[in-house]
């Protein structure tokens, strides 16, 4: 499995940015997936999960309302869309893909087996 993650870059506070991940090499949409970021000294934290059938997703209390999941199973992608950005978003992002297929959304990193190689998003103030 091999997870490509992009659109990450440089944005002013209050703006957005989407964020994709190409997934090959196994059935995309049988496997939960997830966003998870991590800034300079920082622990890895979940931003953002999403189930097989893509109709039960997770978000930490702290985030929901700005960021948004989704997954387009045809096209083997999964999207981030973030709005309303602060700098304390910025960090590396990096999708992942869960171990077991059928999954509802997984919220603890040792359920993902697959990690992308992480984009990075840098809010300036």
């Known amino acids: 499995v091999q997870l490509q993650a992009s659109g990450g870059g440089l944005v002013q506070a209050g703006g957005s940015l989407r964020l994709s991940c190409a997934a090959t090499g196994r059935t995309f949409s049988n496997y939960a997936m997830g966003w998870f970021r991590q800034a300079p000294g920082k622990e890895r934290e979940l931003v953002a999960a999403v189930g097989w059938s893509a109709l039960n997703t997770y978000y930490p209390d702290s985030l929901e309302g700005r960021f948004t999941i989704s997954r387009d199973n045809a096209k083997s992608t999964l999207f981030l869309q973030m709005s309303s950005l602060i700098p304390e978003d910025t960090a590396i992002y990096y999708c992942?893909?869960?171990?077991?297929?059928?999954?509802?959304?997984?919220?603890?990193?040792?359920?993902?087996?697959?990690w992308g190689q992480g984009t990075q998003v840098t809010v300036s103030s």
């Open positions: 992942a893909a869960a171990a077991l297929a059928f999954g509802s959304a997984r919220t603890n990193a040792n359920q993902y087996a697959y």
